[in-house]
């Protein structure tokens, strides 16, 4: 009984991971299914939070030291092309300085996940627009961030 459950259990596994594969990248596979960067930073130095035309949304959050993305990290309530894409776009940011990171768009972000279906390339938009956010917010408040503790997450 246990082992027929087992097996039918594993041959659902497999037909999903192949359903996805025929429509996801390796690389967007990995960043879905063990998304890095997941998750808030405390105090960050930039925050960003775009809900995208689709509903979802996703927030960034940037460590920033001399002018360099020291750490970044991301959070959604997306699809799995909207984990993929925070989880791709946070690697991307860390270790840029803000105006290496502020150019990193949709386009560079799809190019890193190998692409997405047509009908998710949104996905890499909503992250790529959090992330600049996100620095647009750190921007604000670097020479005051003393502002921060005063303001509405
Ligand atoms: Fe909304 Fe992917 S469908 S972010």
Known sequence: ??????????????????????AYSEKTIDHFLSPRNLGEIPAPDGFGRVTGPCGDTMEIYLKVKDGRVVNASFWTDGCGPSIASGSMVT??????????????????????????????????????????????DYLLYKNESWKRAYRKR
């Open 1 to 22: 009984m246990t082992q027929k459950f087992d097996d039918s259990f594993k041959e659902l596994e497999q037909s999903i991971m192949e359903d996805m594969k025929r």
């Open 91 to 136: 690697e991307m940011a860390k270790g840029k300085n803000i105006s290496e990171a502020q150019r990193i768009s949709q386009h560079d972000v799809l190019d890193a996940l190998g692409g997405l279906p047509e009908e998710s390339e949104h996905c890499a938009l909503l992250a790529a627009n959090t992330l600049k956010e996100a620095i647009k």
